[in-house]
């Protein structure tokens, strides 16, 4: 059934992008330069934004030059800067007023506060009316959990059991499910899932606590200008009316033909893959997929127009995988077995 449903999700692809509301993968935008004023973005609360710089350093948000790679998600170039005491950055979408939204993100951390502000808003109509809010607590020093509250800034914050850990990419979909009521809206957090089989049966972390804030859910806001902020980088930021929906479109298929690589992978097993190239790519990551979408090893290297042999975790058990090859503009699949 998982294999049927990654299969249905490639093919369906296309019509996934009609239900997304927003995204952006940061990639059009310079590096080094502030978030701030490109495209929809801006630190203006009156238009979508943080407000104004209230912090001891007052540093821009930034746009980081490493990006994010997410089987069935999306890849990016580039990403944004998160750190405290800075100045926060946000941007409208197209208001969702009823039903079930998802906001999709990628995060990679290297600190966070054990007593956390929340560093991640979606808000109703105003910068000041919150519908949902993210923190980051550190639980010990490799690693950090996740807590989600609906509404004012009184409400409960449910945290996630599971930990995760520092200086490593994960991606966070909230789904937020409004209903007719004044206390009856839903907000449930998934980490890390596998985003060809759907949204997992059972979230991270839930709640329902407290009251609603929502109606015309129409903004998004990375909050830095505080104290208590996780610093690292963020990035792929998307807002859709369904799970799939959330998918950012593919690379376009350029810069080569299908015959530019040939993948020799009967070594496997010894932690050895070789790629013949016709083409030289110097900057380049090849990540390896089970059919579950469950990444098996990822590797930045480089690619030279000649045979190359790459080290990789030796893959001892049997089934089919996925090796994949992205590189600027290039993105490359191929299918192979072990048995």
């Known amino acids: 059934m998982k294999k049927f449903l990654f299969y249905f999700t490639l093919l369906t692809i296309g019509i996934a992008y009609s239900q997304n509301v927003f995204h952006d993968n940061l990639n059009a935008y310079t590096v080094g330069s502030q978030l701030s004023g490109q495209g929809s973005w801006t630190n203006n609360s009156s238009i979508g934004g943080a407000g104004a710089c209230t912090g001891a350093l007052c540093l821009n948000s930034k746009v980081l030059s490493t990006g994010f790679n997410y089987l069935n998600y999306g890849t990016s170039n580039n990403s ?5 005491d800075t100045d926060g950055c946000g941007t409208l979408f197209t208001p969702v007023t009823t ?3 998802y906001v999709g993100l990628m995060i990679n951390l290297n600190n966070a506060s054990t007593s956390p502000n929340d560093f991640f808003r979606v808000n109703n109509n105003n910068a000041f ?5 993210v923190y980051i607590k550190t639980t010990s020093a490799n690693s950090f959990s996740i807590g989600i509250s609906k509404g004012g800034s009184g409400n409960v914050v449910a945290y996630t059991n599971s930990t995760f850990g520092f200086n490593q990419d994960h991606l966070l979909i909230l789904k937020y499910t409004q209903s007719t009521g004044v206390a009856d809206d839903v907000l449930n957090l998934y980490v890390d899932p596998v985003m060809a089989n759907g949204a997992p049966a059972l979230p991270d972390a839930t709640t329902n606590s407290g009251t609603d804030q929502a109606g015309n859910v129409d903004r998004l806001v990375f909050r830095q200008n505080a104290t208590a902020i996780p ?22 298929a350029v810069a080569f033909e299908k015959d530019s690589f ?8 010894s932690g050895i893959i070789s790629i013949h190239s016709n083409i030289n790519s110097p900057n380049v990551i090849l990540t390896i997929y089970d059919l579950n979408g469950k990444k098996i090893d990822t590797r930045a ?23 994949e090859i992205i590189s600027n503009e290039i993105k490359f699949n191929q299918k192979f077995i072990v048995k």
Do not use: C, H
Not at 129 to 133: E, I, L, S
């Open 80 to 84: 944004l800067q998160l750190q405290a």
């Open 99 to 101: 039903g079930d939204m």
């Open 129 to 133: 009316m919150t519908t949902f809010r």
């Open 231 to 252: 610093t690292g980088r963020a990035g792929l930021v998307s807002v859709a009316l369904t799970w799939t929906g959330l998918i950012f479109p593919s690379l376009p």
């Open 262 to 269: 040939v993948i020799t992978t009967n070594e496997v097993k």
């Open 301 to 323: 290297t480089s690619l030279s127009e000649d045979i190359n042999t790459i080290s990789i975790n030796p893959i001892q058990n049997s089934g089919m995988y996925i090796v």
